[in-house]
């Protein structure tokens, strides 16, 4: 798929092997949000703010958390708030901050979103041994 056949060596290979399949993925993800009206970043918001649940939390704290740290916070957070998955109020301690909870619709976007886990975690065709061996891979390269 990648259409390239030669490499400089199997480090090269593998490293534009994860790319391209990070990207397979990041576009697989798109999809299967897509059908619940968010994004992939969205996602990541919400999930972060259930974990929070229902304490708040500030949009720095979330920027800090998010897997995607490129993310524009401030305007998924709005996007979010007009589609009222997410509440943000004013911080009293501090006027130029907002303490952001999740909604009980942003609740139950992913209520519905985690009985579809598994289409979205099996789009690997991995094993769960292979998962397992992937994900340690992975972590081990990250040193």
Same mark, same amino acid.
């Given at each position: 798929?990648? +259409? ?5 060596? *199997? ?22 949000? +897509? ?10 918001? &919400?999930?972060? &703010?259930?974990?929070?649940? *229902? ?7 979330? +920027? ?15 996007? &979010? ?10 911080? *009293?301690? !501090? ?25 979205? !975690? ?15 891979? &992975? !972590? +081990?390269?990250?040193?």
């Amino acid at each position: 798929e990648i +259409k390239q056949s030669k490499f400089k060596d *199997p480090f090269q290979k593998a490293v534009i092997n994860l790319i391209f399949t990070a990207n397979w993925l990041h576009s697989k993800h798109q999809g299967f949000f +897509k059908a619940a009206g968010i994004t992939v970043q969205q996602f990541n918001i &919400l999930r972060i &703010l259930k974990g929070q649940y *229902p304490k708040s939390i500030s949009a720095t704290e979330i +920027k800090s958390r998010m897997l995607d740290k490129n993310s524009d916070v401030s305007r998924l957070l709005d996007r &979010l708030v007009v589609k009222k998955l997410v509440n943000r109020q004013v911080c *009293p301690n !501090d006027k130029r901050a907002a303490d952001i909870t999740i909604t009980e619709e942003g609740i139950a976007i992913l209520a519905t979103l985690d009985k579809r886990q598994a289409e979205i !975690d099996g789009v690997l065709n991995l094993t769960e041994e292979d998962a397992k061996t992937l994900s340690d891979l &992975l !972590d +081990k390269s990250r040193g």
